[in-house]
């Protein structure tokens, strides 16, 4: 396996984050006491004496008799310390020819006001918020704003469709919707507004307010049923700018996201207040490692949880200014993303795989063409980071010398790195790096035993760390299920060598990753089933040089049912409609009947094996 070793020797800054994470890998050993070392980096009303706390285990709890608000950490206190002027957000629309900026006081004074509009509508400290917008300022302060005040968000991706909408906002029972009216992608507008009029349309019992983003001021407020329905912008204009933030418990959950899992029924992962911006603003500091003064690109979105932790609260509680740019990657031109690095002189980017591969595609002349010399650091999650796409970017964003690039995995339940290559350490191509301080991890066998070094199995966080989620909203079955003897159990499979170095090597579960995004088998299916002539449905993910993974789909029809003449773009316009515009399906066949277990489940792994021309037999058993 190729090494390739870092600016470590002859970056000094980089030699000596390499010794302070040696040293905080050391005393990670007791959690504990390491983590509630760490929890000064935070502010809070009252200080935690106490860490970890396992009587509940696995529902671990940290930092129990603390009291804070994340929001304090990521907005009053940088204007305590006299930094309000400095900027904290900088959006840039898809075609970069608008751009907004606000400093640190700027967005305290946002957040107050729309924070002032919710408690206006009665809503306050634990009641449910769906946001559903797209990648703009006003998203992020209705995070900050629900945060304030104690109630809980929930944002879901606006790539999602109605009933996937639908079934998220009656899972975590929200009281409250805000949506905008549009987002823009590829120089088109996405009609959100009209997805969520379907998506409330129907059940949405809870929900008796909904707040509408009109970015365009032109639009009718829509009526949805009985519910009170009031215009974003015009709910904050009339309030104050100053909202005492509601002081919780450091177990008061945050926000809920929703993910994929092996049912088809959404999983709501909770996080909370204390541990969640204890975890964040420590990996923040140490793996994002954005330095003072220096500009950080995130191309992530608020729907996943790399938008939450490196696109507002780390950043954000860390001081630092957040470039980020709704739209496609690579819409108008190929090279907008460089033109974008270029023109705001982005030190640190946090991009995916999938983006890296995209801007590979288009050939060095783009990169080349532009000034790329302010960038130094590139971080890479999601999915797996091959070594030519490793190699490319090294060479062509980061001057090969200038900056290097650092893979890191985690996951929606952990909410922050957990094994990664940070600045300093040697990067072992196809691998994703060391496990992280604070990351206790095991590769156990199928039999139960410890996988030796160089050997696979399925990977396990062993011990718990503070930003861990706490439980699966409304399923605390489900959330004690993803523990065993082990510990946690992350649902994909890894190899660590005899240096520590991990490898991911994908899912062991149905979990299908397109360009970095989960999805799961079971939720394509229902939207699937959602069809008036599918009988049965069956939803795998192939990989792809591209998108690490496309998907692909085999339906059974209805006794008389007609059958479509392109079935790929019949089923594939049905679930852009039901699941929405994420779910793009490669490829749909009509199958006479699907391949089952005896007690009748379908065997996606077969399919799989058959699409891709293997052998059943191939297949590797931990994708069983
Ligand atoms: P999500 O919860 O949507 O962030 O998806 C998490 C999943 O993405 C993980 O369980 C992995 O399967 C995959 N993943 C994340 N980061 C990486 C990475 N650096 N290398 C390989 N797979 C990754």
Known sequence: MEVVSLTASTD?????????????????ADPSSFWLGRASEVAWQRVPTRG????????????????????????DRHIAQGNGERIALVWLSEDLTERRECTYAALLAMVGQAANALRARGIGVGDRVVIYMPLVLEAMVAMLACARIGAVHSVVYAGLGASALRSRIEDAGARAVIIADYGMRRGGRTDLLAIGREALAEGCATVTDAFVLRRDRNAALPSLGARTVLDYADACATQAHEAP?????????????????TTGKPKGVVHVHGGYAVGVAYHMRTFVDVRPGERYFATSDIGWIVGHSCMVYGPLMRGLTTVFREGGLDHPSPGVLYDAIARERIGALFTAPTALRFLMKYGNEQARARDLSSLRWVMCAGEPLNPEVYTWARRELCGD????????????????????????????LGTVGLALPGVHLRIVRPDGTNADAGEAGALYVTAPFPHLFRTVWGDDERFRASWDEHGYRTGDAGIRDEDGYVTILGRTDDVIQIAGHRIGSAEIENALLEHPHVAEAAAIGIPDPLKGEILVCFVTLRVGAPVPDDATAHFGKHLRATFGPIAVLAKATIAAALPKTRSGKIMRRVLRARELGLDEGDISTLDA
């Open 12 to 28: 000094p800054d980089a030699a000596r984050k390499r010794d302070a994470l040696l040293r905080d890998i050391a005393a990670s």
């Open 52 to 75: 970890l706390d396992a009587a509940d285990a696995p529902t671990y709890r940290w930092f129990a008799d603390g009291t804070l608000n994340i929001t304090e950490s990521a907005l």
């Open 245 to 261: 933030f509601a002081i919780v418990e450091a177990e008061h959950p945050l926000f809920l996201l929703y993910t994929s899992g």
């Open 401 to 428: 010398t200038r900056g290097n690039v650092g893979d890191n995995w985690w996951q929606t339940e952990a909410a922050a790195p957990c094994v990664g290559t940070p600045p300093g350490f040697a990067a072992k």
